[in-house]
């Protein structure tokens, strides 16, 4: 005869599937025992978890780093004003070849350099070895590199005059004719008002085509010095400057 056992499954109707709720349940609860006893750093390792925490003197170095370019800043602000006002001495370039007075110029520290015809012709400097200096604006001394350096010159040939011709910029005539006797015919055109009409004869007789104006001088012209302009047409005689008018 078989004897009752509380805890066979035999008698327990539906003993086997009670059986298996129980041990379902238990593997339920040590799963959630063990996710509960999972730290933060072992939850971290998945590469789902991240941290809001801020890292231990982020500021201080933020800071340190603003006032080091604050730092760097300023004094390259103070070097660059450093370099503008920077000195050198500016050699006496009197009497020496337009091309070796540029160059010595730049080699002291000055590169502002512009030139002029000296006998107030309007020549352009073209090939300046062809040059030679007769002054200079500034003259000799300590000045500031970014001076402007202006050279007075006239032709190796020529002779510089005694004053400065070509210092100025050519004056417009206004509604008075100027005298242009003696000036290039180039200077006389800069002078009269673009829409002026002017011909040019040579006053030799030889009917030569005046080309290079700069290299010619006026001799006669029409209308006179004073006369009233008012759009009149404008009549140049000239002669090239070794010639005589």
């Known amino acids: 005869m ?3 056992d509380p805890f066979s499954t ?23 025992f063990a996710l509960t006893g999972c730290g933060p750093d072992q939850a971290s390792s998945t ?3 991240t941290t809001t925490d801020k890292p231990v003197g982020t500021g201080e170095a933020d800071e340190g780093a603003s006032e080091e370019k604050a730092g760097d800043e300023k004094a390259g602000g103070e070097k660059a004003g450093d370099e503008k006002d920077e000195t050198a001495a500016l050699p006496d370039m009197t009497g020496k070849g337009l091309q070796s007075a540029q160059d010595q110029a730049q080699a002291a520290g000055f590169y502002g ?19 030679k200096v007769c002054s200079q604006t500034p003259k000799a001394g300590d000045r500031s590199t970014d001076t402007k350096v202006e050279f007075a ?3 190796l040939e020529e002779t510089c005059p005694a004053q400065d011709a070509g210092a100025e910029e050519p004056r417009a005539a ?14 006389a055109r800069a002078a009269l008002d673009s829409g002026t009409s002017i011909t040019v004869n040579d ?3 030889q009917d030569r085509f005046i080309l290079m104006e700069s290299n010619w001088q006026v001799c006669g012209q029409e209308p006179a010095a004073g006369a009233k302009l008012d759009g009149r047409p404008v009549t140049l005689s000239a002669v090239k400057f070794e010639e005589s008018c």
Not at 113 to 131: E, I, Y
């Open 10 to 32: 035999c008698a327990i109707p539906g003993g086997i599937m009670h059986a298996r709720s129980i041990a379902a349940a238990l593997v339920v609860g040590t799963s959630l």
């Open 174 to 187: 206004g509604v008075k004719m100027p005298d242009f006797t003696g000036k290039a015919v180039k200077v």
């Open 2 to 4: 078989a004897h009752d």
């Open 113 to 131: 350099l512009t030139s002029h015809d000296a006998l107030g012709r309007d020549r352009m400097q073209a090939f300046d070895r062809n040059w």
């Open 203 to 205: 006053a030799s007789g």
């Open 47 to 49: 590469g789902t978890s």
């Open 153 to 155: 010159a006239v032709k």
